[in-house]
């Protein structure tokens, strides 16, 4: 079956430094992709999202990639700090239907 | 405006009792979307109801559990029977449209079910 998974469970990284968050999806036909992070005890949190028909989205301090070609999409995080400590999930949407990847848990070291 | 409310936060239930959670959608959405996340995992879809009609329930297992969104009031995700394996955070979320390629999906914090 179609399905969403991210390529690492945990990364860690220090404060200041950027980190680069990686999933990779299987349903070619997937148009929307969305970045969200959960924080512990908490709902997922919207992050950034992205449509098929483009390669690169900028916010403010994460850009969201996309490369149909290899079905891969990348979250990075520019100077990372504490708050970002938290699980992140790429999520791909069908119509009204989200379906998540097993989730990256981002420790920031101080 | 407040956001997606969900409650009871936490709730403990012994094999065999049933389970009620509640999801109250954002002001002006009328579409619901639950969610379980077992630990460790993503999040997976449920069910999704608009006022009175389960649109889509193909998430959901066919025995124990049900949703329900009336006309008045919130959405209830109602287990029955619990065994250990329901033990999870159940995530309501809602829109004000049927896609959820908007960005205008919220979630709540979500309802933990433990079952002892």
């Known amino acids: 079956g179609e399905s969403v998974g991210l390529h690492l469970p945990t990364l860690s990284v220090q404060e200041g430094d950027n980190s680069i968050i990686n999933c990779a999806y299987s349903n070619s036909a997937s148009d929307y992709f969305i970045w969200y992070k959960q924080e512990s005890g908490k709902g997922p949190q919207f992050i950034i999202d992205?449509?098929?028909?483009?390669d690169k989205r900028q916010g403010q301090r994460v850009t969201v990639l996309l490369n149909k070609t290899v079905k891969h999409l990348s979250l990075q995080i520019a100077a990372t700090q504490p708050g970002d400590s938290a699980v992140y999930f790429c999520?791909?949407?069908?119509?009204?239907?989200?379906?998540f990847g097993a989730g990256t848990t981002v420790t920031v070291r101080a | 405006n407040a956001g997606v409310m969900q409650n009871p936060r936490h709730l403990v239930r012994r094999r065999g009792q049933e389970a009620r959670l509640r999801c109250s959608p954002m002001k002006g959405h009328s579409h619901v979307y639950w969610y379980r996340q077992l630990p460790e995992e993503g999040l997976k879809f449920m069910v999704y109801l608009q006022k009175e009609n389960i649109i889509d329930e193909s998430g959901m297992p066919k025995e124990r559990f049900s949703a329900e969104f009336p006309k008045e009031g919130p959405s209830i995700l109602r287990i029955q029977q619990v065994v250990r394996g329901d033990s999870a955070a159940y995530f309501c979320?809602?829109?004000?449209?049927?896609?959820?390629?908007?960005?205008?999906?919220?979630f709540g914090e979500g309802s933990r079910l433990t079952v002892l």
């Open positions: 999520a791909e949407s069908s119509d009204y239907k989200l379906s």
């Open positions: 992205i449509r098929s028909n483009m």
């Open positions: 979320a809602s829109s004000p449209f049927r896609q959820t390629n908007t960005g205008e999906l919220f």
